[in-house]
């Protein structure tokens, strides 16, 4: 049954609960003064810089549009005075310029300023081993934060094309969008701060040419065979096109990500979803919420979000071209905040806990970009929203909870509660939306940055074509991804429960792959004689950078299912399919 409405919360204008209506002694009162508060937090959230990327060079003057040129060291090398001139003149001469090429040229990763403040030049690192991205799009990253200016400014980004699009992404997540500082004011200035001022980047690429790769160099890059649509030296307006969506797409989910719980709730992130179903014309969002989902038997979601204020919800967006055959399905974990329900956090584990939305907030981006590339296929985007909250109504550890899938689950950790509410998401793309392709997105586990680290997720997948199409779009788009042993005759065991079905937690040796051990966990419930292709993606690690969201997954599912879209830069990048 298709259920499509807007939340409560959204047609009356609250966000807050009944408990919280109850706790104030005037309670209209009460709900308009903190709806006024929240808007004003919003106002401080606002992007103070829009990001505008080109192909080719324009003339400004460093000194009133500061400007930061940047590239690999063999890329930068062949570079010409007359190529950026109209960046540099009339502040820096070609004699500073050529002193500058010496310097970071002789010893990659290096920079330095040919006008202080206003004019930089930076190279990237030269050593790119094969699990790491071709476009050293984390060390771009890290050249662009050091180098921000408090005004407009521009990017000159020196590289090849099929390097632009991990740039863009790049660029895009060093530019966040969520703050809420207040500037300095004057002793009896107003409280409610002003918004930041607006500036203005200008990412200016300037290609370099490459011709069609060998099938040794090819192996080199990991990425197969270049499609000559990256050899033209060029790109589109369509092409910039994309890489303007991708970019701005980053921003979007990693500022959902970066948004505190007390403003991004279950509510909050359902208007993100019908506003972003507005803005890119489409029928406006299936909702499945709280009671209904314990009618339809959603147990998993519905016993992690039961005790928060704000009720969970299956929240669905889709696209549906006519004549399409094949149906894909993103199913993105939204845990709004995690204490850890019961099996309640430690104090500093639980610090950064907003975070546990990146999968769904991911997933809505990437789903943007796909659909303004206007894919042939059915897709849709599950979101799985809730916020595991500690309360009377909280699940117990002991419970049993009957998932979509019918199979009973003991519960041993309240806080491993991801693995429950996407069972039940990925079950409902299978059953309600016949996806034969399903890609689950998760900051799923802390055992997962042990495993394949800060900057690569984790992958599980029951189809190897797919597990190696992940790796390669991966190293094309900058979101890089390692495999993990797919292997459930030797770690499903870990879930053996005497009462239930199984257990949501590792119940003997937590050694024993338990990133992988959670994915199979989702897998079960689709039945491991699924004869779709199903991918399991944990992202916990790199869906941050130190405090702030990285937008991971983005570039990722863009790339990785470019082949079915109509971009013709997408199309260009996405791994062969098998």
């Known amino acids: 049954m298709r259920i499509s409405r807007i939340p409560n919360g959204l047609r009356t204008g609250r966000n807050l609960s009944s408990r919280s209506e109850a706790s104030c002694s005037d309670g209209e009162k009460c709900i308009n003064?903190?709806?006024?508060?929240?808007?004003?937090?919003?106002?401080?959230?606002?992007?103070?810089?829009?990001?505008?990327?080109?192909?080719?060079?324009?003339?400004?003057?460093p000194e009133q549009q500061p400007v930061l040129i940047v590239g690999q060291a063999s890329h930068i090398a062949s570079l010409t005075w007359d190529?950026?001139?109209?960046?540099?003149?009339?502040?820096?001469?070609?004699?500073?310029?050529?002193?500058?090429?010496?310097?970071?040229?002789?010893?990659?990763?290096?920079?330095?300023?040919?006008?202080?403040?206003?004019?930089?030049?930076a190279t990237l690192p030269a050593r790119r081993s094969r699990h790491a991205a071709?476009?050293?799009?984390?060390?771009?990253?890290?050249?662009?934060?050091?180098?921000?200016?408090?005004?407009?400014?521009?990017?000159?980004?020196?590289?090849?094309?099929?390097?632009?699009?991990?740039?863009?992404?790049?660029?895009?997540?060093?530019?966040?969008?969520?703050?809420?500082?207040?500037?300095?004011?004057?002793?009896?200035?107003?409280?409610?701060?002003?918004?930041?001022?607006?500036?203005?980047?200008?990412?200016?690429?300037?290609?370099?040419?490459?011709?069609?790769?060998?099938?040794?160099?090819?192996?080199?890059?990991?990425?197969?065979?270049?499609?000559?649509?990256?050899?033209?030296?060029?790109?589109?307006?369509?092409?910039?096109?994309?890489?303007?969506?991708?970019?701005?797409?980053?921003?979007?989910?990693?500022?959902?990500t970066d948004t505190p719980a007390n403003i991004m709730n279950v509510d909050s992130f359902i208007e993100e979803a019908?506003?972003?179903?507005?803005?890119?014309?489409?029928?406006?969002?299936?909702?499945?919420?709280?009671?209904?989902?314990?009618?339809?038997?959603?147990?998993?979601?519905?016993?992690?979000?039961?005790?928060?204020?704000?009720?969970?919800?299956?929240?669905?967006?889709s696209w549906q071209p006519p004549g399409a055959t094949d149906t894909v399905a993103w199913v993105g974990k939204g845990i709004v905040y995690d204490t850890g329900g019961l099996s309640i956090k430690a104090r500093t584990s639980m610090v950064g806990m907003k975070g546990d939305c990146g999968g769904a907030a991911a997933v809505l981006g990437a789903f943007a970009v796909a659909v303004k590339a206007r894919p042939s296929v059915?897709?849709?985007?599950?979101?799985?929203?809730?916020?595991?909250?500690?309360?009377?109504?909280?699940?117990?550890?002991?419970?049993?909870?009957?998932?979509?899938?019918g199979r009973t689950v003991e519960i041993n950790n309240t806080d491993a509660e991801g693995r429950l509410v996407l069972s039940d998401g990925v079950v409902y793309a299978s059953r309600d939306l016949k996806a034969d392709t399903i890609v689950d997105v998760a900051t799923l586990t802390g055992a997962q940055g042990t495993a394949t680290g800060k900057y690569h997720a984790a992958i599980v997948s029951n189809d190897s074509a797919l597990e190696a199409q992940c790796v390669g779009a991966g190293l094309v788009s900058g979101d890089l991804a390692h495999p993990l042993p797919f292997a459930p005759e030797l770690h499903f065991t870990e879930f053996t429960s005497c009462v239930a079905d199984m257990k949501n937690s590792v119940a003997q040796d937590r050694n024993n792959a338990q990133p992988s051990c959670a994915g199979l966990f989702i897998l079960a419930h689709l039945g491991f004689d699924f004869p779709g292709k199903w991918l399991h993606v944990d992202m916990a690690a790199p869906a941050h950078c130190g405090e702030r969201a990285t937008g991971y997954g983005v570039a990722l599912l863009s790339v990785l299912f470019g082949a079915h879209t109509r971009s013709k830069l997408l199309r260009a990048l996405a791994p062969a399919q098998k």
């Open 33 to 61: 003064w903190t709806r006024v508060n929240v808007r004003n937090v919003r106002r401080m959230s606002n992007a103070s810089v829009s990001i505008k990327f080109r192909w080719g060079l324009s003339p400004s003057d």
């Open 83 to 121: 190529d950026v001139r109209c960046k540099l003149e009339p502040r820096v001469t070609e004699e500073a310029w050529r002193r500058g090429i010496q310097c970071v040229t002789s010893s990659p990763g290096d920079s330095c300023e040919l006008w202080p403040r206003a004019a930089s030049l």
């Open 134 to 256: 071709p476009a050293r799009s984390h060390a771009l990253a890290k050249i662009v934060r050091a180098t921000q200016r408090s005004s407009d400014e521009t990017i000159v980004l020196v590289c090849r094309k099929r390097d632009a699009l991990a740039s863009a992404a790049s660029i895009g997540r060093s530019y966040p969008l969520y703050h809420a500082r207040s500037p300095a004011a004057p002793l009896g200035a107003p409280a409610a701060p002003p918004a930041p001022p607006a500036r203005a980047l200008t990412v200016e690429i300037h290609l370099v040419h490459e011709k069609l790769l060998g099938d040794a160099e090819s192996e080199e890059e990991g990425i197969g065979t270049l499609d000559p649509a990256l050899c033209d030296n060029a790109l589109s307006a369509e092409e910039l096109s994309t890489l303007q969506d991708v970019a701005e797409a980053t921003r979007l989910a990693a500022r959902i």
């Open 274 to 317: 019908f506003k972003l179903s507005k803005d890119l014309d489409i029928s406006a969002p299936t909702v499945i919420r709280g009671e209904e989902l314990k009618a339809k038997g959603m147990g998993g979601l519905y016993g992690v979000g039961r005790a928060a204020a704000c009720p969970p919800a299956l929240v669905v967006l």
């Open 378 to 405: 059915n897709l849709h985007a599950v979101l799985c929203l809730a916020e595991n909250a500690v309360g009377p109504n909280a699940t117990r550890p002991d419970d049993i909870h009957q998932l979509y899938s």
